[in-house]
């Protein structure tokens, strides 16, 4: 058995709703760069609710001048049993 650790959620969306506003952007800004046709994700993404793609954590790393590590949240504190 292996203990894996979490993606703090909740902290990783606090992370992106303080770079969005440390960069000046608003979410509709975001919205924009995504092309998303509503700015439902976003608001789902700061309150912890879900994680951005891959994808979009690259971009939105790009669009912050940070690195995905700078806009993840890891808990060591929670782990998950992962049987081999």
């Given at each position: 058995m292996n203990m894996i650790p979490?993606?703090?959620t909740i902290?990783?969306?606090r992370n992106i709703a303080v770079l969005r506003k440390n960069a000046g952007l608003t979410v509709a800004d975001l919205q924009?760069?995504?092309g998303f046709t509503t700015p439902q994700a976003i608001y789902k993404w700061q309150r912890?609710?879900?994680l951005p793609t891959i994808d979009n954590l690259?971009?939105?790393a790009e669009v912050f001048g940070v690195t995905m590590d700078d806009i993840i949240v890891i808990d060591?504190?929670?782990v998950v049993e992962?049987?081999?």
């Open positions: 979490m993606i703090d902290g990783t969306g924009d760069i995504f912890g609710t879900t690259v971009v939105l060591h504190d929670t992962k049987s081999a």
